[in-house]
C-alpha cells in the first residue's frame, strides 16, 4: 500500500510541475513588449523559431534551458513558448534558477482567447 501511495505522490507531483499553470506570470502580446526592461527568451525548438523568428530574443530550447541558462541576463524576462507545456516548465525552471519571469507569449495562440 506505501508503495501504491508513492507512485500516486509522483505522478501527482510530475502533473503539477508540467500541466499546472504558473501563478503571477501574465500573458501579453509580442507587440506590448518594452525591449529596454525586458530580456525576451524563445524557448521554443531551434526550427520552430527559425521559422517564425522574433525580433532580439535569445533562443534556449526548453531541453537545452540547464545547460545555458547562465548565457541570459540578470533582467526581468519574457518567455516565448509555442504551447502551455513548454511554458509551464520553463518559467518554473527560471525562477527555480532566481529569475524574475514578468510575462509570456504562446504562439499557438491560447493567449488570444484568454485575453478576449
Given amino acids: ?6 507512485i500516486a505522490g509522483l505522478v501527482i507531483v510530475f502533473m503539477f510541475l508540467r500541466y499546472l499553470p504558473v501563478w503571477g506570470v501574465r ?21 520552430q523559431a527559425y521559422n517564425d523568428s522574433v525580433h532580439s530574443t535569445i533562443n534556449i ?27 509551464n516548465i520553463s ?3 527560471l525562477r ?5 519571469v514578468k510575462s509570456y507569449t504562446l504562439t499557438d495562440g491560447q493567449c488570444d482567447k484568454k485575453l478576449a
Fill in 61 to 87: 530550447p526548453v531541453a537545452y534551458l540547464n545547460r545555458y541558462f547562465h548565457e541570459i541576463p540578470d533582467k526581468q524576462i519574457h518567455v516565448v513558448a509555442a504551447n502551455p507545456l513548454e511554458k
Fill in 96 to 100: 527555480k534558477k532566481g529569475y524574475h
Fill in 27 to 47: 500573458c501579453i502580446h509580442l507587440f506590448d513588449i518594452d525591449e529596454k526592461e525586458l530580456i525576451v527568451v524563445d524557448v521554443r525548438d531551434y526550427n
Fill in 91 to 93: 518559467i518554473r525552471f
Fill in 1 to 6: 500500500m506505501a508503495i501504491f501511495g508513492l
